[in-house]
């Protein structure tokens, strides 16, 4: 059975069935190195940053911040809600509509770059990418996430990967975030734990 | 959530997650030229209409149509209803061609509440009798979040015929369970009895027959259709008798606070529920309803209709 992505936990660090693999500062660290390769792969470029609901939203405004900081120039921010382009909405129990904000200037021709925290069977990034379509034509669309933790069923990669943590199918990645959970950190545990 | 027959049904946190989610609908199609999404894919909605309607059918219509739902539409007039067939056995029809939901008008109060345990397919009452009309009752509270901000602690004017109105009922019910205050005006005849308990105990309905006492204090004002169709009987000498004690003139109007906006379910009829400079007024509310209205029952049909079949919702 999948889990949900980086679904918040209360969070007992150093429990037996559940440990930290990033902790505050290599988050920190990571959205700096992600930022940098950002940059590098797409200057001169302007890009869109859109993160994916929910922990997707705060990890691309940090990556815009970072890039505005080491280039002075400001990135354009979005949220592009994918809830409705799922393709196991009848799955599961009725899912809440997150927000979906896209920047002034549209997407029509623009760099994007799709932020999620974790990568895991694609199938989001797929959604996301139906859900682009319909919002406009962008000239290409990359792929930026805090973590890749495999198992993938769709044809599909990450063009800026913060970390490869390889997991096994029955474990939950739980990224944690300041601005959604209180915290940073990124902890591995076992499902049902 | 099942079926949605009655504002009853609907439990505060239930109404503001499908008005929250209608918000998004809204959001998420803003601006965009292609006013699709494939959120209902292969599922069948019906529209089953014993009454004349233009918006609400229109706007279920629509509604599944921009989620990308197959709808199906069937009016008694023309259908096998002109036969003679039962609502039963046209209800036992459509579930056997397999349609995932059905949407109800009916003249009978209650004809959805028996339809729904006759089917297998989702049933969302769009107005029976002179009972429910519990979408109706959303898109004014979703018209009123937008221009109020909260419902909570406003003072809400329902004006006209009470008696014959479902829209009075199912609002009356879900603006208090929202928190709002609601004011009843209307002639001693077309009030039906007991209506002061329809808040339920926390929110106690006012009465008055009193419009111009009213309305100063009013956050805002829903008109009501005097409903002819439904009256067998003398309520009212004449409709200009009506008008000049519960029209909303333009002086009555004045009367109203700056920020409190005119609502009317329509078909409104103008000059006597209404008069045309406050119907097409900033203060008019009347086409956000309507707009509101499609985003709304995109959210009902959403809740409805994705998300695990076996589950049975929260306690409504």
Redesign the interface.
């Known amino acids: 059975m999948r889990r949900e992505r980086g679904s918040a936990v209360t969070s007992r660090p150093g429990t037996a069935e559940q440990r930290e693999l990033l902790t505050a500062a290599d988050v920190a660290r990571t959205v700096v190195r992600m930022a940098h390769q950002i940059i590098e792969r797409t200057a001169p470029d302007a890009v869109v940053l859109l993160g994916i609901p929910s922990r997707g939203v705060p990890l691309a405004h940090r990556l815009a911040e970072r890039i505005r900081e080491f280039t002075g120039t400001s990135t354009a921010v979005g949220t592009l809600?994918i809830t409705?382009?799922r393709d196991d909405?009848?799955?599961?129990?009725?899912?809440?509509?997150?927000?979906?904000?896209?920047p002034e200037g549209g997407l029509d021709d623009a760099l994007v770059v799709l932020v999620d925290d974790v990568l895991y069977s694609g199938r989001t990034v797929r959604a996301a990418l139906?859900a682009l379509r319909?919002?406009g034509r962008p000239r290409a669309v990359q792929l930026a996430v805090l973590v890749d933790r495999g198992h993938r069923e769709l044809p599909i990669r990450a063009d800026y990967v913060g970390k490869n943590l390889p997991t096994a199918r029955d474990e939950e990645i739980a990224v944690l975030l300041t601005e959604t959970d209180g915290t940073d950190s990124v902890i591995i545990r076992r499902a049902g734990s | 959530m099942r079926h949605l027959l009655a504002a009853g049904d609907l439990d505060a946190d239930t109404a503001t997650r499908l008005l929250d989610t209608a918000d998004r609908l809204e959001q998420a199609l803003a601006g965009r030229e292609v006013h699709k999404l494939p959120t209902l894919r292969g599922r069948t909605v019906v529209t089953l209409f014993y009454e004349n309607s233009t918006r609400t059918r229109a706007s279920f219509e629509i509604a599944g149509k921009w989620m990308s739902a197959d709808v199906v539409n069937v009016s008694a007039a023309g259908s096998s209803v002109a036969k003679g067939e039962s609502l039963r056995d046209t209800a036992h029809t459509l579930d056997a061609m397999g349609t995932d939901l059905v949407v109800l008008r009916h003249p009978a109060s209650g004809s959805a509440h028996r339809m729904a345990g006759w089917i297998s397919a989702h049933v969302v009452n769009a107005g029976d009798g002179s009972h429910e009309h519990p979408t109706q009752a959303l898109l004014d509270a979703a018209t009123l979040r937008h221009r109020l901000g909260s419902l909570e602690g406003r003072r809400i004017t329902i004006v006209g015929d009470v008696l014959h109105s479902r829209v009075a009922r199912s609002g009356v019910t879900l603006l208090s369970t929202l928190g709002a205050q609601v004011q009843l005006v209307a002639p001693p005849t077309l009030l039906p009895c007991g209506v002061e308990n329809w808040g339920g105990r926390n929110s106690p309905v006012t009465v008055s027959h009193d419009l111009d006492a009213a309305l100063p204090g009013s956050d805002a004002v829903m008109m009501l259709r005097v409903q002819v169709e439904r009256m067998h009987g003398g309520f009212f000498p004449s409709a200009r008798e009506y008008a000049i004690g519960y029209g909303l003139s333009e002086a009555r109007a004045a009367l109203l606070p700056a920020h409190a906006p005119v609502l009317h379910p329509g078909p409104m009829l103008r000059g006597m529920e209404i008069a045309h400079a406050v119907a097409d007024s900033p203060r008019s509310a009347i086409t956000d309803q309507v707009r509101n209205g499609v985003h709304v029952r995109m959210a009902v049909l959403y809740h409805l209709l994705s998300g695990q079949e076996d589950r049975q919702g929260s306690e409504a």
């Open positions: 809600d409705l382009y909405l009848r799955r599961r129990p009725n899912r809440p509509l997150a927000e979906t904000m896209l139906d319909e919002y």
